[in-house]
């Protein structure tokens, strides 16, 4: 499977710019880096998806360097709502399409 | 649009007996998937299917069977409910226009079941 690995948990308080770094060595040529928010009780939610370089979008930027093994999702001045857990997707499983969630991130933002 | 609907909310199942979760999506996409999530773990892969007709396995299929008659709905039946299969389940879709590209997924509210 697209294995990807990014921090358990993280902290931080409002205002600030949070950084999220997310490891997907083995992703392929063809794939695309994805994140999703989920909050407690509710499905995951699309956040942004992209192949390399930076996109941005109205919630957050991400950052692909050219080899492609990590990306960082970064959301700029974090208020209480951005408390959530957020899962990194590396693309698909060999030649399958079993896209892969693994434990996520846990971000609580403090007042 | 309503996206993807899941019912019921809740249930609670004794050992041994079987149910079905609904899932219906409307937004006309091929790709539906059923996810199982544990506490504090991430979403497992149960089924998925890639059109009407089409299903196949995912990571964890073992206890659970789906079918896709229509390109709306992807019901996952439990046949023999077990404490293992106490979980929240999510149902989602994706448009899948084009390989290569993880197409965004639509998830469902999910549906908790404990099995007791």
């Known amino acids: 499977l697209a294995k990807t690995t990014q921090p358990i948990s993280m902290d931080s308080y409002e205002g600030q710019e949070v950084n999220i770094t997310c490891s997907h060595n083995n992703i392929a040529t063809n794939d695309y880096i994805t994140w999703y928010q989920q909050f407690p009780s509710q499905g995951p939610r699309f956040i942004i998806q992209?192949?390399?370089t930076k996109v941005t979008n109205e919630v957050a930027s991400l950052f692909i360097p050219a080899d492609r093994k990590s990306s960082t999702l970064s959301l700029p001045r974090v208020s209480l709502s951005d408390t959530a857990v957020y899962y990194c997707?590396?693309?698909?499983?060999?030649?399958?399409?079993?896209?892969?969630f693994g434990r996520g991130t846990s971000l609580i933002v403090h007042p | 649009n309503a996206g993807v609907t899941q019912t019921p909310k809740f249930r609670i199942l004794k050992i041994g007996q079987s149910m079905t979760l609904q899932c219906t999506q409307d937004m006309n996409h091929n790709y539906m998937y059923w996810y199982r999530q544990d506490p504090g773990m991430g979403l497992k892969l149960i089924y998925y299917?890639?059109?009407?007709?089409?299903?196949d396995k995912g990571e964890v299929p073992n206890g659970y069977n789906v079918s896709r008659s229509t390109t709306e709905d992807f019901p996952l039946r439990l046949e023999l409910a077990a404490p293992s299969q106490t979980s929240v389940y999510f149902c989602?879709?994706?448009?899948?226009?084009?390989?290569?590209?993880?197409?965004?997924?639509?998830f469902g509210p999910g549906t908790r079941l404990l099995v007791l």
């Open positions: 989602a879709s994706s448009p899948q226009e084009a390989r290569g590209l993880h197409e965004t997924q639509y």
């Open positions: 992209g192949y390399k």
């Open positions: 299917s890639v059109g009407a007709g089409i299903t």
């Open positions: 997707l590396g693309g698909l499983s060999g030649g399958s399409y079993i896209p892969t």
